[in-house]
């Protein structure tokens, strides 16, 4: 029996293809080692980012492929087909990061009753949350639809929550209005959601494309939405902090060039418009800087204590998707043709910003 994989050319992310690759059998799985079939997974603009920065932040070391090639990776559902760890039994169902494949073999290692991580050599350089997996089997909380929302919302809504704590802390940078772009985004709405929610009377202004301006209205989480063709139609005397989900150079000069000395903080986040444009060093305004997720879960770890981060993170997430989870239509794809047809959708900015993709390479 084979693995069916999606891969793609590292270094031409429009190019990529179906291959095969053969299963071990159980003899053949490592000690420890399980053998697992993907069983869904969410595709997002989060997942092309991986690949964009693949050599940069290792993503292309998790899930080895042919020279020049890379397999993205991806936020799902697995089930144990075949196990070789006395703990662990088939039919087991696993959350965490899977390749865009069929099946993923795993060395399991730190077995505990939630959860376990994959120790193989070639995961290690990567930031733990990588390597982990959770045991979800019976968990309501990751069955069906509350499931998609895990696999499609929990990674993005995660930076959202730390970002509008990291805003909180700091007051703000003094800034009355935080701009975020690439509105339509998960990412960024969920991270206005929270704003809206929490922290009145910040207001909370999108920045989209004309076409996907109606989609972010309807989801009733920005105080006012601005397309961005009328950056410099924004009042210019209050002031502002930026979180960036785009990346796009020129949205961000013009920003900066338009709000000037009123622009109190620029967090760079994202990189959905694929732009590879400079920091911005020399802009007016406070200087672009990319928000580094792990510094905050640190600082909170330690200051909030064990579960201290998961509470409050858990308490936020289930009231965010029970809000905003039914303005987002699931769509769902089986099969290698239907995987690579999202992705190459995605690549080039051809999804709608309400179609949520849960993918499966299985047909
Ligand atoms: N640093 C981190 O740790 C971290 C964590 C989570 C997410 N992120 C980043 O946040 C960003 C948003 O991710 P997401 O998964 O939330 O996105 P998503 O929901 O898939 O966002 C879709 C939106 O992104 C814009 N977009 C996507 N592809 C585009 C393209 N090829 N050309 C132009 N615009 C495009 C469009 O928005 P507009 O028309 O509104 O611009 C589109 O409606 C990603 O860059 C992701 O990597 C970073």
């Known amino acids: 029996m084979n693995s069916v994989q999606l891969v793609v050319a590292r270094n031409d992310l429009k190019t990529s293809k179906i291959i095969e690759a053969p299963l071990p059998s159980i003899a053949q799985l490592p000690d420890d080692g399980l053998l ?49 760890h006395p703990d662990i039994a088939r039919g087991e169902i696993l959350f965490g990061y ?68 990291f805003l909180a802390e700091n007051e703000f940078f003094g800034a009355k209005s935080v701009i975020l772009s690439s509105a339509s985004s998960k990412t960024a709405f969920g991270l206005a959601w929270l704003l ?16 996907n301006a ?42 900066h060039n338009h709000f000037r ?14 732009d590879g444009a400079p920091d911005g060093e020399n802009l007016p305004g406070a200087k672009p800087r990319w928000f580094f997720a792990p510094d905050q879960i640190r600082k909170r770890a330690k200051e909030w204590g064990p579960g201290g981060l998961d509470q409050r993170f858990g308490g936020a997430f289930s009231r965010f998707t029970a ?10 794809g089986h099969g290698p043709d239907a995987v690579q047809r999202v992705y190459l959708d995605s690549l080039s900015g ?7 993709h849960m993918l499966s390479m299985a047909r």
């Not at 989060?46 to 042919?66: E, M, S, V």
């Not at 376990?116 to 982990?132: E, I, L, M, W």
């Not at 920005?222 to 502002?240: L, N």
């Not at 620029?266 to 990189?271: A, D, N």
């Open 36 to 84: 697992v079939k993907v069983d869904r997974f969410a595709f997002t603009a989060n997942n092309i980012t991986y690949a964009i920065l693949g050599d940069q932040l290792k993503y292309w070391d998790l899930f080895p492929a042919p020279e020049g090639l890379g397999i993205v990776p991806v936020w799902g559902f697995g089930e144990v087909a075949e196990s070789r």
């Open 98 to 165: 899977f390749p865009m494949a069929t099946h993923l073999v795993i060395e399991a290692k730190n077995l505990k009753r939630s959860g376990f991580s994959d120790g193989a050599a070639h995961r290690q350089n990567v930031s733990p949350v990588y390597n982990a997996y959770a045991r979800v089997k019976g968990d309501a909380a990751f069955v069906g639809r509350e499931g998609d929302y895990q696999a499609l919302l929990r990674p993005l809504f995660m930076l959202s929550f730390l970002v509008d704590d």
């Open 196 to 211: 809206r929610t929490n922290r009145k009377p910040i207001r909370v202004i999108g920045l989209t494309s004309p076409s």
């Open 214 to 255: 109606a989609f972010v209205k309807s989801l009733g989480c920005y105080d006012e939405i601005v397309t961005y063709d009328d950056i410099e139609k924004m009042p210019s005397t209050s002031p502002v902090a930026f979180v960036d989900m785009a990346g796009n150079g020129d949205v961000r000069a013009r920003l």
């Open 261 to 274: 000395d009123m622009m109190k903080c620029s967090c760079r986040v994202g990189l959905t418009h694929q």
């Open 323 to 332: 809000d905003i989870g039914p303005k987002l239509r699931i769509v769902t």
């Open 350 to 356: 051809r999804v709608k910003p309400d179609e949520a």
